[in-house]
Nanobody, 123 residues
């Protein structure tokens, strides 16, 4: 069982930056692939970024590639999402997710989810 708690969201102007954090409970964080998804009002939950157990592999949605960076610190049970050059279309609730088996772009793959943190980018 893993519990995830996101933080770091807020209101920022276009072009600005935010860093999201997701802290996981338990002692097996290093055994989970981690990912970030986002969901805007009235839209489906979309893949943003994912990272493998040892940070050897990272994956990004085309819409955020070159602007967002996912990273993890297994000693701190934390995964991060550094978001730069933010755009109004990045506005959404951002969720972190964990899965012990695979790294995936598909939300249904992930067993554990945080409660989400709101990111609002003003134009």
């Amino acid at each position: 069982q893993v519990q995830l708690v996101e933080s770091g969201g807020g209101l920022v102007q276009a072009g600005g930056s935010l860093r999201l954090s997701c802290v996981a409970s338990g002692r097996t964080f290093s055994r989970y692939a981690m990912a970030w998804f986002r969901q805007a009002p009235g839209k489906e939950r979309d893949f943003v970024a994912a990272i493998s157990l040892t940070s050897s592999s990272t994956f990004y949605a085309d819409s955020v590639k070159g602007r967002f960076t996912i990273s993890r610190d297994n000693a701190k049970n934390t995964v991060y999402l550094q978001m730069n050059s933010l755009k109004p279309e990045d506005t959404a609730v951002y969720y972190c997710a964990a899965d012990p088996a695979v790294i995936s772009r598909i939300p249904a793959t992930y067993d554990y989810w945080g409660q989400g943190t709101q990111v609002t980018v003003s134009s």
